[in-house]
């Protein structure tokens, strides 16, 4: 081996210098000519109050170009396939890398995803039966229960040379229980929802949303199809007549002189809402869906989604459905103790998968977990966890958040992982609000001063020291800490759980206080979720408000989500006497050259698509005659530019008074969304002003109890006070609040506490409190009492 003499430093090469990310000119969303550098290879923190534009800076600036330029790499055919990408508004962007995005985006809510799915755990876990599993069925895809066994035979024609009929077979065999379609939940449609079988169809009998209506083409099918008598009551239908109006195999027949198809009533159903995600649907029609149909366990598979094949291939006595039940952490015991050389590199891999998954925080999950059904913070999680044991060096990370849905005792750990991408030589950016995480940061880019047109520039760069002496907003609330109440409202009555036993509770029973403001607090996994959304009894009046996201295109926005437009369109039809949908840019008002959004898109292929200004209307979205209707001096345009603030004045007061819009106007102050414009599109909102959005909508619902799932997500420490003010006024007026939450502060500010734990997972499921605050931090004989205690300084 060879000695090297030259004890000289070797002399600077010019790649050493790249050691920053430069961004100059930023102007996308609401950032004003952003300029910033951001040093390579350190964690850098992303702060400032919700809507001020951090996502905009680092998703869709820095992150966003990165994935475009990557996607550049590949050849013009390839790009084809991929999504297309515009280029940031940005002058310059030097020094990038490699992003990888780690969002907050939940996963898919289909209800064949699993959590083994996602992270390729089920995918070796088949590899691994299909070898080793006793007896043998076949390989890895017998084991799926996304695979349906097939089975066809007959002739084919061959076209090459001289063509041949040749007799063929093929037989495939997949895990698929054929029972449920790998879904592990069979549905049972309760009739008495659908019709009122004292009426005949020409009374009106369906009493399914939107099929009310002679006229309408579904009720007609059924009426003129000549299966059934529709001036005969459903209820003396003969047993052929409601076999065909329930079962009825799909056939044309003729209604007004139109070709339809007729098709039984279930089948029909079943076609028109059970094959659709719930959470998309119109509120009223879930509220059908929840109605009229119950979801149960498989009886053929007993929910394991499997075939009875794939259950009896066992490996030492456990199959891979018993394999997908366990908790993760039991699973890659199990894992580690099989030793079998002819598969070692598959154990390898597998365990090394489970173990990140118990190293982040997520072993009490199971592999047969749905994805719908984790939080915002457990998906980001499971995300994480391809990246874990990842070789690559000088990446650049970009988290949403991730301390989202943790208690203060695993953000220490998800602190952890940061620094260890960091130490391994990567760049890791962070939007985020707690100032556990920001105190780890190397550097710090604050961002603000306000939300909305109030932020978009820059007020702070530099160290955490530098932060706290600043006098930016962030600095200010850096070391706001809240105390514990002194003195706690009285319950004015309870909610009785009793044996609550979902996911992984064990027989719990607790009173909820009514008329007071009820924390539900415990590690990640405890099992909150699971009593407040699983376990309060139906009927309860409850209203609740969870973290699921906003469906929306570009064409919604804040008026058209919470209704507020409804009424101001009436106000303009009928100071114009006019038709109310002439007020829609998305009906009859709507620009004709950009079909009322306000810009013209043209596809160039694989190349990004390119929006410019409509020239007819100039953006506005309507047509020129529309504008022309005023209402109290502003036109329709006008009215949606405006701010949330701005609207309330205008509709409160004189001859734009209009109540109704007033009364929506002001749930949305009060959720801090005073600075929105009422027309901005849905799609550039942030986490955080997107809950606010569903909270405001859902105060206009009259609920006895609201249970809201971690209002703080996205929320800045400046704001938490303003939400805890806004419980304080719901709470006052009558309303429970129960509030599922990790966020200190608002713990403090409880008048009752109920701790899960005292772990996760199986370790998880019990009652280790129940009191006020004060006791909680008076007894410290909990994680979250030690924690609380910690941060209220007592």
Not at 424 to 444: F, R, S
Not at 704 to 719: I, K, N, Q
Request: aromatic residues 6%.
């Amino acid at each position: 081996m060879a000695t090297r003499t030259d004890t000289r430093a070797p002399a600077p090469q010019a790649s050493d210098s790249h050691d920053l990310i430069r961004v100059h000119g930023a102007r996308v969303n609401n950032l004003k000519d952003v300029s910033v550098e951001i040093p390579k290879r350190r964690l850098t923190v992303f702060t400032g109050v919700s809507g001020s534009g951090k996502s905009s800076l680092v998703f869709s600036t820095i992150a966003a170009e990165s994935q475009r330029m990557i996607n550049e790499t590949y050849s013009a055919f390839v790009q084809g396939f991929m999504p297309t990408l515009a280029r940031p508004e940005v002058d310059v962007l030097e020094g990038l890398t490699t992003a990888i995005i780690v969002d907050q985006q939940r996963l898919g809510a289909d209800p064949r995803s699993t959590v083994g799915t996602v992270t390729d755990a089920n995918a070796m876990l088949r590899i691994l039966f299909s070898r080793l599993g006793e007896p043998h069925i076949g390989p890895p895809g017998a084991y799926a229960f996304n695979v349906p066994s097939v089975r066809a035979s007959g002739a084919i024609t061959v076209e090459r040379g001289n063509k041949k009929t040749v007799k063929a077979t093929f037989d495939r065999t997949g895990g698929m229980c054929p029972r449920c379609e790998g879904r592990g939940t069979v549905s049972d449609i309760d009739l008495t929802q659908l019709y009122d079988d004292s009426k005949s169809l020409s009374e009106g009998a369906f009493t399914i949303p939107g099929w009310n209506s002679d006229s309408q083409w579904t009720v007609q099918v059924y009426a003129q199809s000549g299966f059934v008598d529709p001036d005969k009551p459903i209820r003396r239908y003969t047993r052929k007549e409601l076999q065909d109006f329930l079962y009825g195999e799909p056939v044309k027949v003729k209604v007004n002189g139109v070709n339809l198809t007729y098709e039984g009533l279930i089948p029909k159903i079943q076609k028109s809402f059970l094959s659709k995600d719930k959470e998309a649907m119109q509120p009223h029609i879930r509220a059908f869906v929840e109605r009229a149909v119950t979801f149960t366990t498989c009886p053929e598979c007993e929910g394991t989604r499997l075939s009875e094949g794939a259950r009896s291939s066992k490996i030492d006595r456990v199959s891979i459905a018993d394999a997908c039940a366990m908790q993760i952490s039991d699973l890659a015991a199990w894992v580690r103790g099989l030793d079998e050389p002819s598969v070692a590199p598959l154990l390898t891999a597998l365990g090394g998968t489970l173990d990140s998954f118990v190293e982040i925080g997520l072993g009490y999950l199971s592999l047969d977990r749905p994805s719908g059904t984790l939080s915002g913070g457990e998906a980001q999680r499971v995300k994480m966890i391809r990246h874990l044991g990842s070789s690559l060096t000088d990446v650049t990370y970009v988290f949403d958040e991730p301390t989202i849905g943790l208690h203060p005792h695993d953000i220490q750990r998800m602190n952890g992982l940061l620094l260890r991408l960091r130490d391994k030589g990567n760049t890791v950016l962070v939007v985020e609000h707690k100032p556990e995480t920001i105190v780890i940061a190397d550097h710090i880019v604050d961002l603000g001063p306000g939300a909305g047109t109030a932020g978009g520039t820059v007020c702070f760069e530099g160290t955490v020291e530098g932060l706290r002496a600043g006098d930016t907003v962030t600095g200010r609330h850096f070391d706001d800490r809240a105390a514990v109440k002194k003195t706690v409202r009285e319950p004015t009555g309870v909610l009785e759980i009793r044996g609550a036993h979902t996911h992984n509770l064990r027989d719990v029973d607790v009173d909820v206080p009514l008329g007071v403001l009820t924390v539900v607090t415990g590690v990640a996994g405890s099992g909150k979720s699971s009593l407040v959304h699983g376990s309060i009894p139906p009927g309860e009046n409850v209203v609740s408000v969870d973290q699921g996201a906003i469906r929306g295109s570009r064409r919604s926005n804040p008026a058209t989500y919470t209704g507020l437009l409804d009424p101001i369109r009436k106000a303009f039809a009928k100071a114009n006497d006019v038709k109310p949908a002439l007020f829609s840019a998305n009906s009859e008002g709507a620009c004709p050259g950009c079909n009322g959004a306000g810009v013209v898109y043209s596809d160039l292929a694989m190349m990004a698509g390119v929006a410019s200004t409509c020239d007819e209307c100039e953006g506005k979205r309507f047509q020129p005659a529309v504008l022309e209707y005023r209402f109290a001096g502003r036109d329709i345009s006008e009215v949606l530019a405006m701010s949330v603030t701005e609207a309330e004045e205008f509709f409160g007061t004189g001859e734009g008074r209009v109540p109704a819009a007033h009364r929506v106007l002001g749930r949305l102050s009060d959720v801090g969304l005073g600075y929105l414009s009422l027309g901005q599109p849905l799609t550039t909102l942030s986490g955080g002003e997107r809950q606010r959005l569903k909270l405001a909508t859902h105060m206009a619902e009259k609920g006895g109890v609201y249970v809201l799932d971690e209002p703080t997500a996205g929320l800045h420490l400046a704001d938490v006070q303003q939400l805890l003010g806004l419980l304080d006024r719901i709470v006052d007026s009558g309303t429970s609040v129960v509030v599922v939450e990790h966020h200190q502060a608002v713990m403090a500010h409880a008048d009752w506490i109920i701790d899960l734990g005292p772990g996760a997972g199986h370790d998880g499921g019990r009652i280790v409190f129940e009191g006020t605050p004060a006791d909680l931090v008076a007894g410290r004989a909990t994680l979250t009492g030690e924690h609380l205690a910690a941060y209220v300084g007592a």
